[in-house]
Structure formats: structure tokens, C-alpha cells
């Protein structure tokens, strides 16, 4: 079989973006912290079993009842391997989505896709957190599903695998919203029938964490649980065990609006090139869509996971997650609704990957891969 020039180009991004985010991925071969620069790996250990219902335990006991992490006496080479074939796994499932369009969009579109610094290239460094399993769902609900059960379904797993899903929720609702061609102005009542499923689904899935997701098991106990499951994580890190991550209420993380005002503008000059990234992304995005309502439901939808910043300090996740939701339905727009975008806007986004990844969990450590290059050379 011979593959033709779109599709050839299609393998060949995949394959960029694969290697450039396993070779920051394996960046623990080279550095001092070696396989621990990993982060945390608790989230694959966690288990219902050991613990009854807590959030963020999906994964985990997932893993526990394959019984996948006894194939590795290092839990932290069993994480790596994990988010190695996680990122194969999303890089596949969006080149599965352009080989089977009928839509060429071009090369330069999807070289925008692939190698978005937000996008595949960031899961390499956003380890030790459930982001490309939460995006993963996100790409699936957004460019894939389109039965109303599976949506709803895959919507309530989301926040199961991590409460901060529920951030994305709205980006998944207006891409259903919008595929479904529903008005809540001239056909309200279809256009609620139509939402009824997916909204409570979410509502339902939200209100389960939200009651009976935090652990109630003392922290000597929980702890040594885990420790017993990641005997080479302990007390290797802040936050080892996740005991503070499943035990701490919405209050335990919550901040003062102005306090987080003043924290980014004192970091500004750290955030001002992701938050222009996304920034642009959701303006091109929202050009593509003509109907005023529409325009303002599909930015309100993918600016709202950096709502997620006032509970979780993580910015360049937040800034991710939001680009890759304006990403995802771009993507959408391009493939299944015939719009354009000019070569101009697309060059623009594209200079934004030589950036990637834009950094992980601390503000003051932008562009980790470029910092870590420059000081090999530098040496």
C-alpha cells in the first residue's frame, strides 16, 4: 500500500512530535535527579481498594487491578514507560483523526497541531500529574464521540481521573453544543433535551467528589500504605504519598484573588509568551465562527480552565490546558466545518513551538528543555 503525500505528512509530524517529547521526556538518563525527575508517581499507586472512594483514584486503580505495576520493581520506570506509551497513544489518536478526514487541511495546519508547545511536546514535561490522561478524554469527547451516552460517560470519568477535568467540561460542551447545531435562543426546549445527559452527568460526577472524595484515613496510616506500594518515592519529594492531594478541601487550596494578581504580575515576564500563545490561539479560534453567541460561548469555554489557577498554582498546566482545548476545536472547525485559516496566523502559532515545553509546576522555570540545554553548553 502506498501512502499518499497527505498522510506521509501526517506519520511524519506524529513522529516529530513523538521523539522530540520522549527525548525531553527521558531527560533523567542525563540529569542528576535521574529517574525522580519523573515527579510524583503516587497517582499510578492510589487504589479504591486500599483507600474506598477518593479522588484521583481512577487511574491508579486501574493500574492496581491489571495489576500493570508489578511488571516493574522501580515504580518510577513503570511511570515512565506509562506516560511514554500515553503520549504515543495521544499523538495516535490525533493522527488517526487526520488520516481519516476528508479534509486536507496542509502541512503547515498540522505542524501547528503537533508541535503546539501546549499540546503532545508539553505532556513530556508536565509528569507527575494526570494531564494527558485528562486530555486524552478531551481530544476524544471533542474530535471523536458522538454518541450522547459515551460523551456523558467519558465527561464523568474525566473528573474521576482528576477534578480539575471538570475545567474542560465546558470546551467539550460547546464542541457538542456546536456539532449538534443546537440553539438555546430559537429551539430552547431541543437544546436542553439535547444537554440534559452530558450537564448531569457532570453534575453528578462533580457532587460525588466533591462529598465523598477526600480520604478520611489518618495520614500515618494512608501514608504507610503508600509507602509500602512506592518504597522509591518516599519522602523523596514534597507531597510523596498524595495524602495532601486527596485529603485537602477546595478551602486547604483556595487564594485571594489579589494575592494571585500580584503573584502574576510580579511573574510577568514569565507568563506574558504561553498567555500570548493561547491568547492568539482563542482569537483565531473565535474568528472561525460567525454566530455572535457562538463566538463568545467558544471563548468563555476555552478560557476557563485558567479558572484552575485559583486553586492550583500551576500555571503553565492551566495555560496548557487551555490552549489545547482552543487546539482541539480548531481542529474541529478545519476538519468538519470547512473554515480557513490564513497562512499568516498559522506561521504566528507555529513560532510558538520552538518555545516548547513552556514549563511545569513553578512559574520561575519557563522553557525547561532550552534552560537545560543552555547550561550543558554553557558549562
Known amino acids: 500500500m502506498i501512502l499518499k503525500r497527505p498522510a506521509l505528512e501526517t506519520l511524519a509530524l506524529a513522529a516529530l512530535s513523538c521523539l522530540a517529547s520522549f527525548l525531553v521526556l527521558d531527560r533523567w538518563v542525563v540529569t542528576k535527579l535521574g529517574p525522580l525527575s519523573f515527579g510524583r508517581v503516587w497517582q499510578l499507586y492510589i487504589s479504591y481498594a486500599d483507600f474506598g472512594?477518593?479522588?484521583r483514584g481512577l487511574v491508579g486503580t486501574i493500574m492496581q487491578a491489571t495489576h500493570a505495576s508489578s511488571l516493574f520493581h522501580n515504580e518510577y520506570y513503570f511511570a515512565i514507560v506509562v506516560q511514554h506509551l500515553a503520549i504515543f497513544a495521544l499523538a495516535a489518536l490525533?493522527?488517526?483523526?487526520?488520516?481519516?478526514?476528508?479534509?486536507?487541511?496542509?502541512?503547515?495546519?498540522k505542524a501547528v497541531v503537533f508541535l503546539s508547545p501546549t499540546f503532545i511536546l508539553q505532556c513530556s514535561y508536565t509528569t507527575g500529574s494526570l494531564d494527558v490522561f485528562i486530555l486524552?478524554?478531551?481530544?476524544?469527547?471533542?474530535?471523536?464521540?458522538?454518541?450522547?451516552?459515551?460523551?456523558?460517560?467519558?465527561?464523568?470519568?474525566?473528573?474521576?481521573?482528576?477534578?480539575?477535568?471538570?475545567?474542560?467540561?465546558?470546551?467539550?460542551?460547546?464542541a457538542y453544543y456546536i456539532r449538534r447545531d443546537l440553539n438555546l435562543f430559537s429551539r430552547f426546549g431541543?437544546?436542553?433535551?439535547?444537554?440534559?445527559?452530558?450537564?448531569?452527568?457532570?453534575?453528578?460526577?462533580v457532587l460525588v467528589i466533591v462529598l465523598f472524595g477526600q480520604t478520611h484515613v489518618p495520614r500515618a496510616e494512608f501514608e504507610a500504605i503508600m509507602a509500602a506500594k512506592i518504597p522509591h518515592a518516599v519522602q523523596k519529594m514534597d507531597l510523596w504519598s498524595g495524602y495532601f492531594e486527596v485529603g485537602s478541601t477546595v478551602d486547604d487550596n483556595s487564594r485571594s484573588a489579589l494575592f494571585l494578581a500580584q503573584h502574576l504580575l510580579e511573574n510577568l515576564i514569565y507568563i506574558v509568551i504561553p498567555a500570548a500563545y493561547v491568547g492568539l490561539l482563542i482569537f483565531v479560534l473565535s474568528r472561525r465562527e460567525p454566530d455572535p453567541f457562538r463566538k463568545v460561548l467558544l471563548v468563555a469555554?476555552?478560557?476557563?480552565?485558567?479558572?484552575?489557577?485559583?486553586?492550583?498554582?500551576?500555571?503553565?498546566?492551566?495555560?496548557?490546558?487551555?490552549?489545547?482545548?482552543?487546539?482541539?476545536?480548531?481542529?474541529?472547525?478545519?476538519?468538519e466545518r470547512g473554515?480557513?485559516?490564513?497562512?499568516?496566523?498559522?506561521?504566528?502559532?507555529?513560532?510558538?513551538?520552538?518555545l516548547a515545553p513552556f514549563g511545569?509546576?513553578?512559574?520561575?522555570?519557563?522553557f525547561p528543555a532550552h534552560k537545560f540545554i543552555l547550561n550543558r553548553f554553557l558549562r
Open 301 to 335: 469555554a476555552t478560557a476557563t480552565p485558567l479558572v484552575a489557577y485559583l486553586v492550583a498554582s500551576d500555571f503553565f498546566r492551566w495555560v496548557g490546558l487551555s490552549g489545547n482545548v482552543a487546539l482541539l476545536l480548531l481542529v474541529y472547525y478545519v476538519h
Open 136 to 174: 486524552s478524554i478531551a481530544i476524544l469527547n471533542i474530535l471523536f464521540v458522538r454518541n450522547v451516552v459515551v460523551f456523558s460517560v467519558l465527561l464523568a470519568l474525566g473528573v474521576f481521573v482528576h477534578e480539575l477535568f471538570a475545567f474542560t467540561i465546558p470546551a467539550q460542551l460547546a
Open 94 to 109: 490525533t493522527t488517526l483523526y487526520f488520516l481519516r478526514s476528508k479534509v486536507n487541511a496542509g502541512p503547515l495546519f
Open 190 to 205: 431541543e437544546a436542553m433535551r439535547a444537554l440534559a445527559l452530558p450537564v448531569a452527568a457532570t453534575v453528578v460526577a
Open 360 to 366: 511545569g509546576a513553578v512559574i520561575e522555570n519557563p
Open 53 to 55: 472512594f477518593i479522588r
Open 339 to 354: 473554515a480557513t485559516v490564513r497562512r499568516g496566523w498559522l506561521v504566528a502559532l507555529l513560532c510558538f513551538s520552538v
